[in-house]
């Protein structure tokens, strides 16, 4: 089993429904949720507007621009209606978008936009063998961008790989993530990708830690390299999961949905569109994968289920120290703080080796010796610092 | 079409993908989410615990219990693997959450605990045309209770009963819901249903407005009457919608699926389980149906998507005025006023239809008018009452 699945199994964050199929529990759920938020924030800066679109999929739609049938795209399910209407289940949504807001859209006026969504999509893989990096349904965030000439397009296009990079920065894989030169698939010649540096990877990417940006081995042919300015020697191989991608589409879904929009001199045109694609769920197995280490996950404070992981250590009869944890608790949860409290009957090394395991990024220790010296234990999952601190001194440090 | 959503289907709210399956638009899903929070802050406070389960069901688990053949269970779709392995998309979760549970809770230490999720459910109806009130696809909040005896299942019972009136209460049609006694179908002798009184509901009900109960019409024999105390006299029959149902489980799923926990005195038991189902879909559909007049939608503040709707009514080269409207726009956002602009170059009449039938609670007029009179003009959208304020009156009004 893949190392994000095991570790986020064992840690209680997620449960394997089967392949590729995954229960979010609790832990893992305020992990998801906080990605999430974040993704939504950079994407309603750059002008994003949240959508959500059904599910099941009506075929004449995608009979328009010939995506219905499974010899032309292999990853459907399909299921049917009573009277034995067949439908699909959404693994992109670029066709019903398109026909809904031809609906909403008639003049220059009403463009740019920009509506995204955040929703499961089925994708019926042959094998899924990488716990929540490649799921058979799985959490996407998919912006689709609707213009009207190639250059708001190519802005766009831009503006939105720059929200990309500061998401991944804020999720603490900025550093190891790069925008990289791909296939451009069915649409367009090329398209981006953002691929995150792990062994664990699916991709083969050839990265210039330099100029920071990479290609995909599956194109990176003299051709492309002489066009990126690169020459093979500043290159390295290595393995990569690709955690976001943006296309430009053209109008590859608006002729064929014939969404036309009237210009300035009442001229009617097929609105240009692109697409920018996110996984919540495969980023949350990213982040897994890449910040953990031999004793279990390290999330980075911004996505982490809690802040602080409050451990009480107190003898069968140690109602003091069980009284100052729960004080201790109240205090910061009435602060604003998001803290996990493990007041379990268990041995404190048990206790300890869980809050690693789940990998919150600070713990906090009160027993009968913390209580002795007045001094809080203090640790920081990911750097294994320890202080010792009073707790006022706690709160300073918390700014609270 | 059904009134709530051809209403919210015009109000730009919703967009129909087929029948019974609908998308959510900015608007629709502002709304949503206004109530799916409303609903999570309810049952967080009464020990609730958010998880997340997958759409795709396996088999093996619903075979246990009996309910994966057709015969059985009318409203499944079905899909298949590449493989040929059928799966099922999820019309409620007993079943797979149970599974879960067998490996996380050993010991009555571990009990009670009150999971829910709030996902999107599959039910593939043979007819759907009451919007969004009866979905083949639609969002359902499904809580589970899982105790060690029946006692504690009495209590949770009517303890979420109580959050489901204040639930009703919060989005102003608790006066015109009351708990209603029902068949309890293959899991007990009754339940108890929440039923909105409103003439397009599907279900009849007879109510009693001096004890604030009804009987379902299905349900309503002299034996059952007599039980509650209740004689025909008093009761009136109405048409309904069912916005919520609370089940008592029992045993039905943990037996068979063998989800035990050790007791005090280390035997084994079945756990003891109820259910807990409200359907933020379909009660945006209610609110839509009986709150609504005949301009348009009313939403209560609690779920509206916006608090102001401000409507800037400029001549052609008002400077002054659109001026004037974005300055009050931005000072309101700032103080975390949610704020819908409508700056459309068209007929003030036009506007204030459009207001109207969106329906959001306060709606605020920037005009040449009142600007020379430095008087804003503040509609309250539910009552029509208009006052006209100076702008730091208005925001002494809202209280910023």
Chains 1, 2 share one sequence.
């Not at 750059?46 to 004449?60: D, M």
């Not at 009277?83 to 008639?106: I, K, M, S, W, Y």
């Not at 802040?307 to 003091?320: N, P, Q």
Request: a negative charge.
């Amino acid at each position: 089993m893949s190392k994000n699945a095991q570790l986020l199994i064992r840690a209680g964050f997620i449960h394997k429904e089967m392949a590729g199929v995954y229960d979010y529990l609790p832990l893992g759920l305020r992990v998801l949720n906080n990605i999430c938020n974040i993704i939504r924030e950079e994407m309603g800066a750059i002008g994003g507007q949240e959508v959500s679109l059904s599910h099941l999929q009506n075929p004449e739609i995608w009979k328009t621009t010939d995506r219905w049938d499974d010899i032309k795209v292999d990853n459907w399910f399909k299921t049917k209606l009573k009277n034995d209407t067949e439908l699909g289940l959404g693994f992109t949504h670029e066709e019903p978008l398109t026909a809904l807001l031809r609906e909403h859209v008639q003049s220059y006026r009403d463009l740019p936009i920009y509506p995204y969504q955040i929703t499961s999509k089925f994708r019926n893989e042959m094998r899924a063998k990488s716990g929540i990096m490649r799921g058979r349904e799985f959490l996407m965030k998919d912006m689709y961008s609707f213009t009207t000439n190639q250059e708001e397009l190519d802005n766009f296009h831009e503006k939105c790989a720059g929200a990309y990079m500061r998401i991944f920065d804020r999720f603490g894989i900025g550093e190891r993530t790069y925008r990289t030169f791909a296939s451009g698939g069915v649409f367009s010649k090329y398209s981006d990708e953002f691929q995150t540096i792990s062994e664990s990877g699916e991709d083969s990417i050839f990265v210039s830690r330099k100029r920071r940006i990479a290609v995909n081995k599956e194109v990176c042919s003299d051709e492309v390299l002489t066009d990126l300015g690169l020459s093979r020697s500043e290159l390295e191989e290595k393995k990569a999961i690709e955690v976001g991608n943006i296309f430009k589409l053209g109008t590859r879904f608006s002729e064929p949905l014939g969404f036309l929009y009237t210009d300035e001199n009442g001229a009617k045109k097929p609105v240009i569109m692109g697409s920018y694609g996110i996984g919540p769920s495969r980023l949350m197995g990213t982040i897994a994968e890449v910040l953990s280490d031999e004793k279990g996950l390290v999330w980075p404070e911004s996505v982490a289920p809690y802040k602080i992981h409050l451990v009480e250590i107190s003898a069968k009869e140690g109602k003091g120290v069980q009284t100052h944890a729960k004080k201790l608790y109240a205090h910061l949860v009435q602060e604003g703080i998001e803290v996990l409290m493990d007041d379990r009957e268990l041995p404190a090394g048990q206790k300890f080796a869980d809050a690693d395991l789940i990998g919150i990024p600070y713990r906090v220790v009160v027993s009968e010796k913390t209580m002795a010296s007045g001094k809080l234990e203090l640790k920081n999952r990911a750097t294994g610092e320890v202080r010792r601190l009073s707790e006022t001194e706690l709160y300073q440090y918390l700014n609270i």
